[in-house]
């Protein structure tokens, strides 16, 4: 029974049992099958027609970066590009587009910026029961049983600064300046006098707050196209029909402008296009009145990089003031931004949704396989069918993000069909190939609603769907043994693996989201950035006994699309009965 015995316990590994959920990203595991070298001949091998061979292993791997989408310019990105679809986003964005929430401006500018990192620590054991037909024994049939115990962790590393702008410092700035009659701002002197409360907004964050109004709906403190189709601040015309009561300066990095904020409106020296483009960084730049705004309202790119400051002017009596409406503007914001105190991480908290490290302990979805192998001359080539038992845990709680990777399949049933082949042209290397397709069967799932338009997935309300996909795994491996001694050798191989989009159909047609909107759903939200491509060199080394071996390698994914950049270290022990 020599090869075809460990060509199947090589195939314990080689074949692709993956641990998935429904929107499962990860690549396949080294030990999810066994060692990856090619079968050996086993030195013990005796006349006896049955063999039950077992083995054990032990698995890191890890991972903090994810490779891009087709649809992304940056090589690769934060494992939060392919958990919500991209690595930084704003709340509303979880939402419906047109979302409004008055009461709470952090949803519409604050960004969420989670850095996040995958550990495991998983053990697997595997048994393998193998009877030999014929009269030279080399047609086989058999099964393999492999059980994995996993420990993972999916931790939020910036726990404390997840959030742009908790505390307003990013978007707001407030500060005395001290002016003279050419707009400078030297270390205060007889000549220069004294501006209190000269501010500087970012645009993004005042077009998220909102003015109460008396028995009325609040108004949107900023206003794109008011009555007279020009943009307004707390209802005052802020372009140079209006002697340019504010302007803006461009930052490049969106942070907040050095040096002075008030300044007269000689120091203008650009005007803001409709989109909001038409400054270099730094720049001074005012609103024209004829120009029409509207397509900076959702621009929230270009907002971001727009900070309104105060015109100041002399009065007759020579005083360097802020201008009257620039005042108002700014009496306005600070009335508003008083009242603010929950942030947008808080706000998700309070409805269920926490970004909180995760850990998921616990029994893995059981493996089985039953298999006919043959040999020959130099090589030998086995056929499998498979199944995967949904004994994983199961993710009920869509609102613990993080919690996203099960230690299963989430209980879905999912079976394979591949082959395996070996060709030994010599004593000291042998060549084995094998291809597999998987396909997890459609099962339900508690998910947080996909809302029809939203750029962010996997934030909202949990609602039902059912999910159903397959994939395909291939290996080519190159196995060298060392020629006085062909118990002892090395492998390197390459992996391809191809998982295609995720099949997700929803239970309902609407949902209400947190802010008590009624709003349609689409699955395509969920689907999107769940097709995944993987591409991944491994190598091992293993040394053989009479009744044992010893293995231990290491793999890593170099390329890919939507596939972290994983990689793992195993050692595993197999004993020959």
């Known amino acids: 029974m020599n090869k075809r015995l460990f060509g199947h316990i090589f195939l314990i590994m080689t074949l692709v049992n993956l641990s998935l959920i429904g929107r499962e990203l990860r690549t396949p595991w080294s030990l999810r099958r066994g060692h990856l070298h090619a079968p050996l001949p086993r030195p013990t091998d005796e006349d006896g027609r049955w063999a039950i061979d077992t083995w054990a292993g032990a698995l890191h791997r890890e991972s903090d970066k994810a490779f891009k989408d087709k649809n992304t310019t940056a090589k690769d990105q934060s494992l939060a590009g392919i958990i919500f679809g ?18 709470n401006p952090f949803l519409a500018f604050a960004q969420l910026r989670p850095e996040i990192s995958y550990n495991e620590n998983s053990a697997y054991f595997g048994f393998n ?18 059980i994995p115990f996993r420990s993972i962790t999916i931790e939020l590393e910036n ?19 001290h002016v003279d009659g050419t707009g400078q701002s030297p270390t205060p002197n007889p000549t220069t006098q ?22 009325a709906n609040p108004e949107p403190l900023v206003n794109y196209s008011n009555a007279m189709n020009r943009i307004a601040i ?35 020296t650009g005007e803001i296009n409709a989109d909001g483009s038409g400054l270099v960084n730094d720049q ?15 621009n929230i790119a270009a907002q971001r990089q727009l900070w309104i400051v105060p015109t100041v002017e002399v009065t007759d009596a020579g005083n360097i003031i802020m201008s009257t409406d620039g005042r108002f503007i700014g009496d306005a914001i600070q009335n508003i931004t008083r009242k603010l105190n929950e942030t947008a991480v808080v706000f998700f908290a309070e409805n269920g949704v926490t970004f909180n490290t995760q850990h998921n302990v616990g029994i893995g979805d059981i493996n089985t396989e039953f298999y006919t192998n043959y040999e020959f001359c130099h090589g030998m080539i086995e056929g499998i069918v498979g199944m995967k038992l949904p004994s994983g845990i199961k993710i009920k709680d869509p609102g613990e993000v993080l919690r996203i990777f099960s230690t299963g399949n989430n209980r879905h049933f999912e079976i394979k069909f591949g082959a395996v082949g070996t060709w030994e042209p010599n004593c000291w290397f042998i060549l084995k190939g094998d291809a597999f397709y998987n396909h997890a069967f459609k099962a339900n799932e508690r998910v947080a609603a996909p809302f029809r338009g939203a750029t962010v997935k996997n934030i909202g309300p949990a609602i039902d769907a059912d999910i159903s996909w397959h994939y395909f795994l291939s290996h080519l491996d190159f196995n060298f043994l060392v020629p006085c001694n062909p118990r002892v050798g090395f492998m390197v191989g390459y992996e391809l693996y191809i998982k295609s989009k995720d099949n997700v159909s929803l239970d309902q047609s609407t949902a209400t989201d947190f802010l008590g909107n009624v709003q349609p759903l689409d699955p395509n939200v969920l689907e999107r950035r769940t097709k995944v491509y993987g591409h991944k060199v491994r190598t091992e080394m293993f040394h053989q006994g009479d009744y044992w071996e010893l293995f231990g390698g290491w793999t890593t994914v170099f390329a890919g699309r939507n596939a972290p950049q994983e990689s793992d270290w195993h050692i595993g022990f197999v004993a020959y009965f």
């Open 234 to 268: 707390a209802a005052r015309d802020i372009t140079n029909a209006n002697d340019t009561p504010v302007h803006a300066i461009q930052r490049d990095n969106e942070m907040a402008p050095n040096g002075l904020f008030c300044a007269f409106e000689t120091a203008v």
């Open 129 to 146: 029961f193998d009877y030999a037909l014929g009269c030279e024994c080399r047609l086989h049939v058999g099964a393999r049983v492999v």
């Open 194 to 215: 004294r501006v209190p409360d000269c501010y500087a907004y970012r645009l993004d964050f005042l077009s998220s707050l909102f003015i109460e109004q008396a028995g």
């Open 159 to 177: 726990c404390c600064d997840l959030e742009e702008g908790l505390d307003l410092s990013d978007v707001c700035r407030l500060q005395d300046e």
């Open 86 to 103: 991209t690595e930084n986003f704003i709340a509303l964005e979880a939402f419906a587009p047109g979302t409004i929430s008055p009461q």
């Open 284 to 298: 001074r730049g005012q609103f024209i009145s004829t120009t029409d705004y509207t397509p900076l309202e959702n």
